[in-house]
């Protein structure tokens, strides 16, 4: 699960960081070429999760010792109306508040999160420009929506992340984002997320780009956003394409996750792993390296192209 390199840093402190993550709504504006939940968006109509039953889970939280509470969704938890009231509970019982965002927020909705207590924001960013995200997101006047709140956000105070899908769509003009978002903008961190194979992504492909086409691009940015004091991750990219020790590594803490239908405890390092058939033979395998996550697509992969074959 993704979060701010600088609260990873903080828990790692703790002797018992224990995190949560509430899927609040499969309520959105937009309809990422990516999303995997899109199908379940359409089958509930956008259903948000009830008070009673968010209020109850935090207080379960607020018992276990949760350190960081994150506030997600299939979709934008910013849409959900109680968002303000969670928050200001989460923040109340020093459990450190985050949220995920696409940022479609007006001014004072944004500064009303912060005075509850809100204090980091990841807000997904898919393209420098409105062509590129908007291909992604398939919402039209989703760019500037997006670029307004950002900028919202930033003049608010919040500690800010970005996270970005990468996409064939954008794998071309990771440079120009970096750009926008860490040299323009100003963000605090960046994250990149390679997308998984999953719900209805399955009929949506087109978009997934190469592992090796990923990991050149991210090779050049990710130097970029370091020698300007940038803090970057990347999720879901397998470490033999790309170096691990370019970017952060997400820490293996067990997450407490909650949605309409499930309450679970994941742990990274405990997600399922295969090895397709272009890993046969590899070194990077001997020395340890996991393969890659099950919700990757195989079909992209390149094996003669391997970052360190």
Known sequence: MLMTCRTAEALRQKSKPVMATVLLTYSCSNDCVFC?????????????????????????????????????????????????????????????????????????????????????IMVSVHGHNALVHERNTRSFGSFRRTLDGLTHILEAGFYTMTNTVVTRYNVDHLDELVDLLAFEQGVDEMAFSFPRVEGSVWTNQQCIPEFYRAAQALDRVLPRLREAGKRATVEYMPSCYLDPSLYEVMPDFPTHYRDASHEIVIKPSEVEWNYPMCCEGCKQRERGYQGVDRHLSFDFMSGPLRKLA
């Not at 995997?36 to 948000?48: I, L």
């Not at 018992?63 to 979709?75: I, R, Y």
């Not at 009231?85 to 949220?99: D, G, Q, T, Y």
């Open 36 to 120: 995997g939940p899109a199908d379940k968006r359409r089958e509930t109509d956008g259903k948000a999760a009830e008070r009673e039953e968010v209020i109850a889970w935090l207080e379960r939280c607020r018992d276990a010792g949760v350190n960081l509470m994150v506030f997600s969704g299939a979709a934008d938890p910013f849409t959900h109306k109680d968002l303000n009231e969670f928050v200001s509970l989460a923040a109340s019982w020093e459990m450190h508040p985050f949220c995920y965002t696409q940022a479609h927020a007006s001014e004072r909705r944004i500064r009303e999160l912060r005075d509850a207590g809100l204090e980091e």
